[in-house]
């Protein structure tokens, strides 16, 4: 299987380029793809730093590349975005397809402990597989000087990912975060599925939870929320987050923006204030 990646796809924009990739992935078992945009540079031996955008349930690794806009401030501020799949695909494990909030396109970046999910191992993936995979294939990416940041799904994978992997990344971000997933049904479908019936196993992956464990956190983790998201209440507790934080001293800036939802109309309105604060976090 052919594990280097091959690229798929190539679009200009901003003076940079979106490009895909295709890759087989030994972590997950299955081919998989990713977008990097680079931003346009004039020296050959110049090193971007990076930042990571996990995606939420259903997507994959094209919604942020073509929905949020991202690259205007990305080309900005030099600053090269990889965007990668929600999940494996193609493995036809019965049940992956039967519900939209989980199997294919719902990862949940965990490592499944069931084994019938094993190959959902989207955890080891961003935080293992796919920086290595990008420092030995692209010298252009400095994966040294990493953010992290995401969406709803993605934005529980990035702030959990960032609190077990402090030394791995600058800062992290998040719209509209799955902040408590142990308290909502989607984190419930999930982890009942992926992790068992270990409630212990299930506080691993709960942000709320972990920054109790992982408060060492220097830069300012940015939230930005939606006040008319419809699954603001039940499912994203973001206050949740915010009363831990406020409990162990974590500097969080959480904005509730008013008439948002949960959409990229939402995302590509304040992306710009993110990769602005990952941006002045990488060049420190």
């Known amino acids: 299987m052919e594990t280097k990646p091959t690229e798929i796809g190539s679009s200009k924009m901003f003076g940079g380029y979106n490009k895909r990739y295709k890759h087989f992935s030994p972590t997950l078992g299955c081919s998989l793809t990713f977008h990097i945009y680079f931003p ?13 955008w996990l995606s939420g349930l ?31 695909r193609g493995l036809n494990v019965e049940g992956e397809a039967d519900s939209w909030d989980f199997g294919v396109g719902a990862g949940f970046y965990l490592n499944a402990t069931q084994q019938k999910w094993k190959n959902w191992r ?33 934005g529980h994978g990035a702030l959990t990912i960032y609190l077990k992997n402090l030394d791995k990344y600058k800062s992290a971000s998040a719209f509209a975060p799955i902040a408590n997933p142990i308290n909502c049904p989607w984190g419930q479908k ?7 019936n ?11 939870c972990l920054i109790k464990k992982f408060h060492n ?19 994203l507790l973001a206050q949740k987050f915010e009363e831990a934080c406020r409990s162990v001293n974590v500097p969080l800036l959480l904005r509730l923006q008013p008439g948002y939802d949960h959409s990229y109309f939402f995302i590509s309105t304040f992306i710009d204030d993110h990769i602005r604060h990952h941006a002045q976090a990488l060049k420190l």
């Open 40 to 52: 346009p540079c004039s020296s050959p031996s110049h090193k971007f730093p990076i930042l990571y």
């Open 58 to 88: 259903t997507c994959t690794d094209e919604n942020f590349i073509i929905k949020s806009g991202a690259q205007r401030a990305a080309s900005a501020e030099g600053v090269a975005l990889i965007a990668p799949d929600t999940s494996p």
């Open 217 to 235: 956190v220097s830069a300012t983790i940015l939230i930005d929320q939606g006040e008319d998201d419809k699954f603001l209440h039940d499912q």
């Open 122 to 154: 989207m955890y080891d993936y961003v935080v293992k597989e796919l920086p290595k995979l990008l420092s030995e294939n692209f010298p252009q990416l400095d994966t040294s000087k990493a953010s992290i940041s995401g969406h709803s799904m993605g």
């Open 198 to 208: 270990d409630k212990a196993a299930w506080e691993e992956y709960d942000a709320t």
């Open 190 to 196: 999930a982890f009942t599925n992926y992790l068992g």
